[in-house]
């Protein structure tokens, strides 16, 4: 029996240098660049991606991103056709915005499938600047992964910085 179910990979490294169709950016609603994983995509992939970004803030998205959601550029100079940007939730202690992290990775799976793309890499969404705990946002982006993975995504390849995270995706995967 054959599946159409994208495969699931994690790696420690370096998010922009990942060959693959997608790279998922940990935006934030601005779409205008910042720290983290969205100022290092900005710095490899040059100018174009923000020209994009401030293309959109000047059409559909005058307000911004919200949180949650995904757009599309191009990847400029990255080894990708295009970044998706996505807004992950703060974390909050007193909140629970699961379903906006959730949110996040099934968004850009969507996108990523209506782009025709194969082969995507996301970032541990949240779990820098934004605090989320990384066991928790490991446990999101893989049972989310796991049930959006439909074709034409053949991988969904999860790109960890540190080894703390790498563990974290990877007792989630096994779970
Ligand atoms: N490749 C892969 N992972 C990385 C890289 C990289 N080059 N750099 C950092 N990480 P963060 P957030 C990891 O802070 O928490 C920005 O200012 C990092 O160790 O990039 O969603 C935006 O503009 C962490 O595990 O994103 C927003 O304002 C994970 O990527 C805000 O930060 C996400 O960390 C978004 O915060």
């Not at 720290?35 to 307000?63: F, M, N, T, W």
């Not at 969904?156 to 540190?162: A, K």
Request: glycine share 10%; aromatic share 6%.
């Amino acid at each position: 029996m054959t599946s159409t179910r994208a495969r699931i990979v994690l790696v420690r490294g370096d998010i922009t240098e990942q060959t693959v169709d997608v790279i998922v950016n940990a935006a934030n609603s601005s779409l205008l660049g910042g720290g983290g994983v969205d100022g290092a995509i900005h710095r490899r992939g040059g100018p174009a991606i923000l020209a994009e970004c401030r293309e959109l803030r000047a059409s559909q998205y005058g307000k911004g991103l919200r949180t949650g959601q995904a757009v599309v550029t191009t990847a400029g100079r990255l080894p990708a056709r295009h970044v998706i940007h996505t807004v992950g939730p703060v974390w909050s202690k007193t909140e629970d915005r699961s379903a906006l992290l959730a949110s996040c990775y099934r968004e850009s799976l969507a996108l990523a499938r209506t782009l025709g793309a194969e082969t995507i890499a996301f970032p541990a969404i949240s779990t820098g600047i934004y605090g989320w705990p990384i066991g928790n946002g490991a446990d999101i982006a893989i049972t989310t992964a796991r049930s959006h993975g439909d074709a034409p995504l053949r991988e969904i390849r999860f790109v960890l910085f540190d080894e703390p995270a790498y563990e974290a995706f990877e007792r989630a995967l096994t779970t």
